[in-house]
């Protein structure tokens, strides 16, 4: 046997479930319900530029699969099954332990089992997950579905993983203190899929939030052709934000990426319904704003004044 095939064996080969066909051949295999149609998405991790090199391997393992689950949630999809594409320089058996721990636990808690993957040798780390997740045909939760008059919901909190970064890249020096209650926010993000599959057929548009509620809340916006009125004073902060600097904690909650809650838009009928389904799924949501007719992709307070990121989300490719 390979030194590859041992990795993979040692590594990341799981039992799959008994309708499946796992790691092993060819092609994984899975049923889709009759009705449902398959989400897919997929998401690449580059060492140095989605990652520090030494992070944890347990937190990175965690965080490639959380990330995928999350565009699950945003969907109302619920996983069905995962494939893992690895580039490694060297065979870390210490990194690999820690990665696989990290990415499987995740794996097991959100039924969501490892089918198969690729494995090779490269010059840095760099990783590539996607997922596999089924929803009821119609009845995903999709960017275009915004309608004017739409109340905007989020889940959670906003603002925690964002500060711990910056706090971790030495910034807000005086506050350091709190990142021990911050970081959590930033390391082990929870996808939300029992919220967005609550929210089938009471939500109209969601997205998760990755690069920043103000960047990816305008990919509703332009998607469903709408603007929108944010209501700041509504917002819901981390608690580990609590006293800190209020511009600080703004900017942190309208621009801050790597939140993971979902973004979603309902019907002002829908209220109690949205409530109800946040409930049975265990987590808070937060009315803070709605969806207007107007200049589409555009954003304003609760008085009315234009408002604008005081940083965009994050763009790879700014200015090339
Ligand atoms: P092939 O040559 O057919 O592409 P591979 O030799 O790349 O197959 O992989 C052998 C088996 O191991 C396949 O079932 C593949 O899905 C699985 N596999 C490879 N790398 C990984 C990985 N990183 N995680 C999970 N499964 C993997
Ligand atoms: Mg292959």
Redesign the pocket.
Known sequence: MSA?FDL?RKY?QQPAPAEMLG????C?LFPVPVGQVVAVSTDMLVEGIHFFPDVEPFLLGHKALAVNLSDLAAMGAEPVGC????SLPRVDANWLDGFSRGFLELAREYDCP?L????TRGPKVCLSVTVFGAVPAGQALRRDAGRAGDDIWVSGTLGGADLALQMLQGGHTQEAWRLPGLRGALERPVPQVALGRQLRGIANAAIDISDGLLQDLGHILIASASAAQLDLQALPAHPGLSGMDDAVVLDAMLGGGDVYELCFTASAAQREQVQSAASAAGVSVTRIGMLLAGEPGTLQDGRGLPLHAARAGFDHFQGQ
């Open positions: 590859e993979i990341f790691v092993g051949d060819d994984a494939v893992l594409g690895l490892l198969g993957g690729d494995t």
